[in-house]
């Protein structure tokens, strides 16, 4: 099993930032991609950033240019520095860690941390 506990959330205003971090119970490189969602009231869950056990890494269009997912094994920990905040980014960001193992695929979610953003 591995846990995921998402910290760093909170309130901040429009153009400011936030740092969120993902701690893992488990050394991060077993983890084959670690990823940052998000979830808005009244919207379905989507993909904010990816990076992957061999660093590449993929964010949302909506995100590009203002957010950098980036990864410390010696921490197992990834993060998700958001910068130029946007109201539209108010949402729960939830840490998912994707593993190939036992002949399938498994997805690790945290409890998620809120991030609202004051215009």
């Known amino acids: 099993q591995v846990q995921l506990v998402e910290s760093g959330g909170g309130l901040v205003q429009a153009g400011g930032s936030l740092r969120l971090s993902c701690a893992a119970s488990?050394?991060?490189?077993?983890?084959?991609?670690m990823g940052w969602y998000r979830q808005a009231p009244g919207k379905q869950r989507e993909l904010v950033a990816l990076i992957t056990s061999g660093g590449t890494t993929n964010y949302a269009d909506s995100v590009k240019d203002r957010f950098t997912i980036s990864r410390d094994n010696a921490k197992n920990t990834v993060y998700l520095q958001m910068n130029s905040l946007r109201p539209e980014d108010t949402a729960v960001y939830y840490c998912?860690?994707?593993?190939?193992?036992?002949?399938?695929?498994?997805?690790?979610w945290g409890q998620g941390t809120q991030v609202t953003v004051s215009s």
């Open positions: 998912n860690g994707h593993i190939y193992g036992g002949l399938r695929w498994s997805d690790y």
């Open positions: 488990v050394s991060i490189s077993r983890i084959n991609a």
